[in-house]
């Protein structure tokens, strides 16, 4: 099976999307977001620039906050490392022939 990649795929980190489109936007500190997510500044400074991943815990308080779905934030977060790991050596064959 042949796989057809992108290097020219737009995807950004959840956190990045984040900072962008809720706190530039609506003009939120990460303070700010910091007492609404219940979370320290430097755990939302973290994920905000990228530096730390999107968690289940993280999606759900960050779904209350900002009325976007714990989904929406997994997905962002999957794409993301998913196209990050795109050069990545596996070792593996197939388990059983296809058709």
């Given at each position: ?5 992108s ?15 809720i ?6 500190s990460?303070?700010q ?18 530096k ?5 815990s ?7 906050a ?29 388990m059983?022939?296809?058709?």
């Open positions: 099976m042949t796989l057809i990649r290097n020219k795929l737009p995807v950004k980190h959840a956190g990045l999307i984040f900072n962008e489109r706190l530039i936007r609506h003009n939120i990460q303070t977001a910091a007492k609404f997510l219940h979370m320290s500044r430097k755990q939302v400074s973290l994920f905000a620039n990228g730390t991943s999107v968690s289940i993280l999606s759900k308080k960050l779904e209350v900002t009325g976007i779905s714990a989904g929406f934030w997994l997905n962002i977060q999957k794409s993301y490392d998913l196209y990050m790991a795109r050069n990545e050596k596996v070792e593996a064959e197939p059983y022939a296809f058709g």
